[in-house]
């Protein structure tokens, strides 16, 4: 038994056309057809970014912070002076500073507005905010994302932490596995099957049922990647004596 069950691109792409009706054993895929759907399943999945998802790409990136510098460039084709290469970010979440004994405090996450909005620039201190402006990161380089912080650090061996939403792998070739969870992959297919339903489904009444199953298996998805955990907690005031 095991535990590690996973799909490839185009097995996805095979199982969507499949549902829509369009493929058989006797009549497989052409080129074209990976070629487009392909097309499609990487749109597809860019477009869910945008509403949020995956929780299970949320990792915390630490960013090293060297004295008089305010400015890292960051992501897959970052360059320059502390320049930190990763996955690219989406968004931040969360950020903190780490200090030279592993002791986290959480600074502030400004707008291009409000950072603009604060005095020198070139003050020195321990950082307490920090501007990140997102960038399209790539492979030219020419427009990498970048984390500003202020005020600029003074004092050597701190980290700056960012709770990051990164970026969701493109399926370049069919041996691509999906960057999502197994659970997800039904999913996958069935929102990928509703998305070129009406270029390879065979009939109206087929492609108003994928539609439909494809509404469930995506609201499944979306509410499975949610946190469980509440970031706001009430208690008891228990100052006079009694519950």
Do not use: H
């Not at 095991?2 to 895929?29: H, K, M």
């Not at 097309?39 to 929780?55: D, E, H, R, S, Y």
């Not at 499944?220 to 509440?230: G, H, L």
Request: charged fraction near 15%.
């Amino acid at each position: 038994m095991s535990s590690t069950f996973s799909v490839t691109r185009d097995q996805c792409i095979v199982e969507a056309l499949s549902i829509c009706g369009a493929y058989d054993i006797t009549n497989p895929p052409g080129t074209a057809d990976y070629n487009s759907v392909a097309f499609t399943f990487n749109c597809m999945v860019k477009a869910w970014i945008l509403q949020g998802m995956p929780v299970w790409k949320i990792q915390t990136v630490l960013l090293p912070l060297n004295v008089g510098q305010n400015l890292y460039q960051i992501g897959p084709y970052a360059t320059g002076t502390g320049a930190l290469v990763t996955t690219k970010i989406d968004r931040i979440i969360y950020a903190f500073i780490r200090n030279t004994t592993n002791n986290d405090t959480p600074i502030d996450q400004l707008s291009f507005q409000e950072y603009n909005q604060y005095g020198d620039k070139n003050a020195q201190g321990i950082v307490n905010s920090m501007l990140y402006q997102p960038g399209t990161d790539v492979a030219s380089g020419i427009d990498n994302s970048t984390v500003t912080t202020y005020p600029v650090q003074a004092t050597a061996g701190y980290n700056l932490g960012l709770i990051a939403q990164v970026q969701l792998n493109d399926f370049n070739v069919g041996t691509d596995v999906p960057d999502f969870p197994a659970e997800c992959f039904m999913g996958l297919c069935y929102s990928l099957a509703d998305l070129i339903s009406l270029k390879y489904a065979t009939s109206m009444d087929r492609i108003n049922k994928i539609e439909a199953k494809a509404k469930i298996m995506y609201d499944a998805m979306v509410d499975w990647s949610q946190e469980n955990t509440d970031s706001i907690r009430f208690m008891y005031d228990r100052r006079g004596g009694t519950w």
